[in-house]
Antibody, heavy 123, light 106 residues
Framework: EVQLVESGGGLVQPGRSLRLSCAASGFTFDGYAMHWVRQPPGKGLEWVSGISWNSGPLGYADSVRGRFTISRDNAKNSLFLQMNSLRADDTAFYYC????????????????WGQGTLVTVSS | DIQMTQSPSTLSASVGDRVTITCRASQSINIWLAWYQQKPGEAPKLLIYKASTLETGVPSRFSGSGSGTEFTLTISSLQPDDFATYYCQQYNTFWTFGQGTRVEIK
């Protein structure tokens, strides 16, 4: 059974940093691209960033480019999101999602999602 | 950037109703469209990919159609478990979601 479990969320002050993790199991982690998607409480979904199976970046949303960095450790079946210079509008549930399809050409969708971790940016 | 627009934003329906949700892309995305269902407090769940391919395990009352810029998600006979929010997502150029359609009990 595929499982994705996010951690690392919490309350953080504007301008500070936070690192999210996603522990994956139930599939061959190093065979798939992975993504981060966020959702402000009560609002819609926004793709944040993606990374290919061999750590090649698939891109960042304009709203986070230059502040967030995606990475992965295939030996530990883990995905990460380093978030710097956090702002109030980064407040959201952050989901990790597994890609299926040809993610290198962005022709991939997300077949499994974690339950999310809440990041609250507030003073 | 490709924008995705769903309509309606909210839909009131009864059990047994046929329900259709529309998703329009700001430019052609071929058939690179997925649909997700999300219930309160839960992660999104994949329903349909490549515009019309049903994900394994998803009930056959769900169907998708369309290509280019206009797509639809249809639920042929709404069931109690289907009251949720539905999102379309384009994956032709990066990834963009529609704003969501909430299906509520009439």
């Amino acid at each position: 059974e595929v499982q994705l479990v996010e951690s690392g969320g919490g309350l953080v002050q504007p301008g500070r940093s936070l690192r999210l993790s996603c522990a994956a199991s139930g599939f061959t982690f190093d065979g798939y691209a992975m993504h981060w998607v966020r959702q402000p409480p009560g609002k819609g979904l926004e793709w944040v960033s993606g990374i290919s199976w061999n750590s090649g970046p698939l891109g960042y949303a304009d709203s986070v480019r230059g502040r967030f960095t995606i990475s992965r450790d295939n030996a530990k079946n883990s995905l990460f999101l380093q978030m710097n210079s956090l702002r109030a509008d980064d407040t959201a549930f952050y989901y990790c999602a597994k890609g299926r399809g040809d993610c290198r050409n962005t022709n991939c969708y997300f077949d499994y999602w974690g339950q999310g971790t809440l990041v609250t940016v507030s003073s | 950037d490709i924008q995705m627009t769903q309509s309606p934003s909210t839909l009131s329906a009864s059990v047994g109703d046929r329900v259709t949700i529309t998703c329009r892309a700001s430019q052609s995305i071929n058939i690179w469209l997925a649909w997700y269902q999300q219930k309160p407090g839960e992660a999104p769940k994949l329903l349909i990919y490549k515009a019309s391919t049903l994900e394994t395990g998803v009930p056959s009352r769900f169907s998708g159609s369309g290509s280019g810029t206009e797509f639809t998600l249809t639920i042929s006979s709404l069931q109690p478990d289907d009251f949720a929010t539905y999102y379309c997502q384009q994956y032709n150029t990066f990834w963009t979601f529609g704003q969501g359609t909430r299906v509520e009990i009439k």
